[in-house]
């Protein structure tokens, strides 16, 4: 029996097949070597980088790297392993992207779900040329309003300010609106009609049913927004220049200009990329699998 189960399982073995897996190895290895390959550097010495540029395996194992992204090393311990000896305000970098992200996540998802809600179970004049107003707006390149929503910003006396970074992406995208808005039109419109009879006027309906319902994809849509905003770089790198308003993207790139002995910190700074690469890594981890569900649920709406 057993001589048998292998020769069926071998007999199943198609050329196509194995060079499928072998399409897929490929993909998966290519994804996964520059986070190795982070972790490697981050782990090494700066300074026996380039004479063991094609080792795997880190340049004499250090945690020096991280010790320097954290603050806990001296400028001359930072100086003697290739790095800038340059403080680097690490948790307040990080502390203003949590707060940017973390809003910018909240106010996405109860504004595009309100939007949404009425773009898909309100009857009011105008609705679907509206809505197409919206969706055209996807067209539009973002480093198109990047000059008037800076002229708004500073119009309002909001530049190098933490709400300045917010501001242009806090209400509300139109991807957002879309995505809810192909969701609620799965819901039965009979559920609304029940609530009405009941007395329930659209926002409790909103609030008290259709909410509770997507939880699914109002939790994609927030998982969404934050990574968004969380790798955002241009434009709080246009808003933000003082260091009380600065964002982990931003900072990243200015650790990377200091140049100690005629090169970046390139230990360092695969060290504080890797710290910082680290919530989103564990939020794909955790909800990986809900996100790609709800994007292919709403897809085919």
Do not use: H
């Not at 949590?98 to 179970?121: K, N």
């Not at 259709?210 to 808003?239: E, H, M, R």
């Not at 990377?256 to 700074?269: F, H, N, V």
């Amino acid at each position: 029996m057993g001589a048998q189960s292998l020769a069926q399982r071998l007999a199943r073995i198609t050329w196509g097949r194995v060079i499928a897996w072998i399409v897929l190895w490929s993909f998966i290895l290519a994804t996964v070597l520059p986070f190795y390959w982070m972790l490697r550097t981050a782990l090494s010495d700066n300074q026996a980088l380039a004479a063991q540029s094609f080792s795997l395996l880190p340049a004499d194992f250090t945690l020096g790297p991280f010790e320097r992204v954290f603050g806990l090393a001296t400028p001359e311990e930072a100086l003697a392993e290739g790095g800038s000896g340059a403080s680097l305000s690490f948790w307040l970098y990080l502390r203003n992207s949590l707060i940017v992200s973390t809003a910018v996540t909240v106010g996405q998802v109860l504004f595009c779900s309100m939007a949404a809600y009425a773009f898909s179970r309100l009857r009011w004049p105008g609705r679907d040329a509206w809505f197409a107003v919206f969706l055209g707006a996807l067209l539009v390149p973002p480093i198109f309003t990047a000059l008037p929503n800076f002229l708004t910003v500073k119009s309002v006396g909001l530049l190098n300010t933490l709400p300045g970074i917010m501001l242009p992406s806090l209400f509300m995208t139109p991807f957002a609106i879309f995505f809810m808005r192909q969701f609620f039109l799965g819901i039965p419109r009979e559920i609304d009609e029940a609530a009405m009879i009941d007395g329930a006027r659209p926002w409790r309906i909103f609030f008290r049913i259709i909410l509770p319902i997507s939880a699914a994809p109002v939790t994609t849509l927030g998982i969404l927004t934050f990574i968004s905003s969380w790798n955002d770089y241009f434009w709080p790198l246009l808003v933000g220049q003082t260091e009380e308003s600065k964002v982990l993207t931003v900072a990243l790139g200015i650790f990377r200009s200091q140049t100690p002995q005629g090169a970046p910190d390139w230990a360092g700074l695969m060290a504080a990329s890797l710290v910082a690469a680290l919530p989103i890594v564990i939020l794909y981890a955790v909800f990986g699998r809900r996100v790609i569900n709800s994007i292919g649920f709403s897809g085919i709406k």
